[in-house]
């Protein structure tokens, strides 16, 4: 059975529910601050402490941790405290981290969002995402050319950069109607990587992520409430389904070519991978009926699916 099968049988399986985990579950965060902050961290420090408004204080580190140890993640906080102890300031809050898998390219950070809704601002880093990830097929091909891979895997990156293009478009209008305005996004080249760390990258963004993301896509296509979303996500699954395939396809011609070590960081990696998917704070009931993302049964349901999966 094709692996696009597999992913659109592992969809059409998943439960149809939009009863998701408490809004409340989200990151504890707790940390030391600078004793000599920069000018910026001091001002909003000040603010906090004289007006009792720590909230920015807090979106401010949220939006720096959170960038670099999650893959996407949403700008709200809550409870957000600061406290003076033994003459040294501890901020702790709770951060939300969302569930949003594809391929990025190397060194992406989402851009930070405050306004708008949940659903606008999960569109809009959706269409991110997928501009993102031309970026991210163009350094492959670009890899593959320098690594004299398969004329067959550079005509399928070519055309998956294509594909993304359309579907960066299309989250953009859909983010717009729902009072999002996405930005130019700017990514510059990436250095080209060894096999080894090709292997890396592609077990993690491709074989993982681009497996989980056409799961979702697929079951977005069905359980959205938003109609022009599902007919989005109808065309989006397919393609990204695809994606899919060529990683495994890379994974499968990258893999006799490793050494024994590389051979097992990608594999821990792709288990890393796994586990913060798995790890993932649940989406909040609006995002679950409107997009379509799906709640803790549907969602703990597929990720085994694609655990078992991306784990052979």
């Known amino acids: 059975m094709r692996l696009r099968d597999v992913i659109a049988s592992i969809s059409l399986a998943a439960p149809l529910t939009n009863c998701c985990l408490r809004e409340d579950i989200w990151h504890d965060r707790e940390t030391e601050l600078p004793a000599q902050p920069d000018a910026a961290l001091a001002t909003l420090i000040q603010q906090c402490a004289e007006q009792a408004d720590c909230d920015p204080l807090c979106l401010h580190d949220w939006d720096s941790y959170a960038a670099d140890h999650y893959g996407d993640y949403d700008l709200r906080v809550q409870d957000c405290k600061l406290t003076i102890t033994n ?161 495994w396809r890379l994974q499968r011609w990258l893999t006799p070519k490793l050494s024994a070590s590389d051979r097992r960081r990608a594999d821990r990696a792709a288990r890393r991978a796994r586990a913060e998917l798995r790890a993932a704070a649940p989406v909040d009931a609006e995002l679950a009926r409107v997009v379509g993302l799906p709640g803790h049964p549907a969602q703990r349901f597929m990720l085994d699916a694609v655990d078992q999966l991306t784990a052979q």
Request: aromatic share 4%; proline share 4%.
């Open 87 to 247: 003459g040294k300031r501890v901020l702790s809050y709770e951060g939300l981290e969302l569930c949003i898998a594809g391929r990025r390219p190397c060194g992406f950070r989402p851009r930070a969002r405050v306004a708008g809704t949940p659903v606008s601002r999960s569109l809009a880093a959706q269409a991110e995402l997928e501009a993102a990830s031309v970026r991210a097929f163009a350094d492959l091909h670009a890899d593959l050319v320098a690594h004299r891979g398969p004329r067959a895997l550079r005509r399928a990156a070519i055309a998956a950069a294509a594909d993304e293009i359309r579907h960066a478009r299309i989250c953009a209008r859909l983010a717009h109607r729902h009072g999002d305005v996405i930005g130019r996004a700017v990514t510059s080249p990436a250095p080209r990587r060894t096999l080894g760390e090709l292997a890396l990258d592609n077990a993690v963004e491709g074989c993982v992520r681009e497996s989980y993301g056409a799961v979702v896509a697929a079951y977005q296509a069905r359980a959205a409430a938003d109609p022009a979303i599902r007919r989005a996500m109808r065309s989006i699954a397919r393609d990204e389904a695809k994606h899919a395939e060529l990683a």
